[in-house]
């Protein structure tokens, strides 16, 4: 009885560590949406070009990553 709780223990730990080799490879995926600003002295909407360039840099450092 011993013996098969071995094997069986020993076939469980392979399968997790196959699986977890798998999962390594793939990439996470992320979304970026646009930036706004309603602070005091900074209002500037979703489509103003100052939101598209904290966007853009946004992206860039995430892919840079």
């Known amino acids: 009885m011993i013996k098969i709780r071995n094997i069986l223990f020993t076939i469980l ?11 390594s490879a793939e990439l996470p995926r992320v979304a970026v949406i646009g930036f706004d600003s309603t602070s005091p ?25």
Not at 42 to 65: C, G, H, P, Q, R
């Open 13 to 23: 730990i392979v399968i997790l560590l196959a699986s977890n080799l798998g999962f």
């Open 41 to 65: 002295g900074y209002l500037w909407s979703i489509d103003s070009e100052l939101s598209k360039a904290a966007t853009d840099l946004m992206v860039n450092a995430l892919i840079n990553t």
